[in-house]
Nanobody, 121 residues
Framework: QVQLVESGGGLVQAGGSLRLSCAAS????????MGWYRQPPGKQRELVAA???????NYEDSVKGRFTISRDNAKNTVYLQMNSLRPEDTAVYYC???????????????WGQGTQVTVSS
């Protein structure tokens, strides 16, 4: 069994910073692509930032220059440093990881439970 647990969300004023963490645990042979998504109130879930094809990164246009994704492979953890936060960044933030559980399993995507980020004006 595999589990993704996010932490670090909360309430912050506009211009402030937060750092989200997502730790993967369980039977993990290899972590492939990992990323962060968000779902604003009343809207669909969207990509925020992700590692693709190993070390390449991809950012949603509105967060470029403000958010930074990083990962610690030894800890099976991915981070999202969010600076210069804006009210429009308010959303539930989800972590997603493509995980290979090893022999007998096919790699598939797993999602965390989400963490709320609220930015006040």
């Amino acid at each position: 069994q595999v589990q993704l647990v996010e932490s670090g969300g909360g309430l912050v004023q506009a211009g402030g910073s937060l750092r989200l963490s997502c730790a993967a645990s369980g039977r993990i042979f290899r972590l492939n692509d990992m990323g962060w998504y968000r779902q604003p109130p009343g809207k669909q879930r969207e990509l925020v930032a992700a590692f693709t094809r190993g070390s390449s990164t991809n950012y949603e246009d509105s967060v470029k220059g403000r958010f930074t994704i990083s990962r610690d492979n030894a800890k099976n953890t991915v981070y999202l440093q969010m600076n210069s936060l804006r009210p429009e960044d308010t959303a539930v933030y989800y972590c997603k990881a493509n995980i290979d559980r090893g022999l007998g399993y096919r790699p598939r995507d797993y999602w965390g439970q989400g963490t709320q980020v609220t930015v006040s004006s």
